[in-house]
């Protein structure tokens, strides 16, 4: 079956403008995560979803950072005013959200690679 | 806070074991994972560690020791394709609901597997 999709691969933007970046999860999965992740970094948590609402925004850097999942499947990541230090790679991952007794194990996408200028 | 600490880099031959060292500091543990990642992919999972002792997948065997919040990855028999980034991740909270929670990631070890 296919895999996270996101959507686009690269987006590149000028300082001030606004930016969506889609994930597509595998289907069935009810967990739904947004990383950030910048050269040589780890991921960054941004924010988790179960379900259609956000379970954890406490990773959201301002509030120029929104994420939507409306109907419980795929998710917008939503970037306003877009500033230099917003260029990173973004990557969504989705997870069968199982509970307690699963490994918990996180399917990533490729990405999303911004770059504002 | 939080925090993982992992050696930034590692440099190992074809055929050599490794061992990448991950500690932890978080406010509540449910776990400690492994993830791979190759320049310019996504990372995938390798393995999972909810009670101390040694998991084996492999070439690959994970331990953790939540007593000294530490955790290793062990990399056996080492091939030029195992050159990638290792990343060590820790559950720090379920989430509502029964369900996981997030997931907070180190910085990351790279290693470089010579011929």
């Known amino acids: 079956g296919a895999g996270v999709s996101q959507t686009p691969s690269n987006k590149v933007t000028e300082k001030g403008k606004y930016v969506e970046l889609r994930c597509d999860p595998i289907?069935?999965?009810?967990?739904l995560y947004w990383y950030r992740q910048s050269l040589g970094q780890g991921p960054e948590f941004l924010i988790y979803?179960?379900?259609?609402?956000?379970?954890?925004d406490s990773g959201l850097p301002n509030d120029r950072f929104f994420a939507v999942r409306p109907e419980g499947s795929v998710s917008t990541l939503k970037i306003q005013r877009t500033e230099r230090g917003d260029s990173a790679v973004y990557l969504c991952?989705?997870?069968?959200?199982?509970?307690?007794?699963?490994?918990?194990?996180?399917?990533f996408g490729e990405g999303s690679r911004l770059t504002v200028l | 806070g939080q925090s993982l600490e992992q050696p930034s880099e590692v440099t190992a031959v074809e055929g050599a074991i490794v061992q990448i060292n991950c500690t932890y500091q978080t406010s509540g543990f449910y776990g400690l994972s492994w993830y791979q990642q190759h320049d310019g992919g996504a990372p995938t999972f390798l393995s999972y560690n909810a009670l101390d002792g040694l998991e084996e997948t492999g070439r690959f065997s994970s331990f953790l020791s939540r007593s000294d919040s530490y955790g290793y990855l062990l990399l056996q028999e080492l091939q030029m394709k195992d050159s990638a980034s290792y990343f060590c991740a820790v559950r720090d909270r379920n989430g509502a609901g029964g369900s996981q929670g997030n997931l907070i990631f180190g910085k990351g070890t790279k290693l470089s597997v010579k011929p």
């Open positions: 289907s069935g999965h009810t967990a």
């Open positions: 991952a989705s997870s069968p959200g199982q509970g307690r007794g699963g490994t918990g194990e996180l399917f």
């Open positions: 979803f179960q379900g259609t609402g956000a379970a954890d």
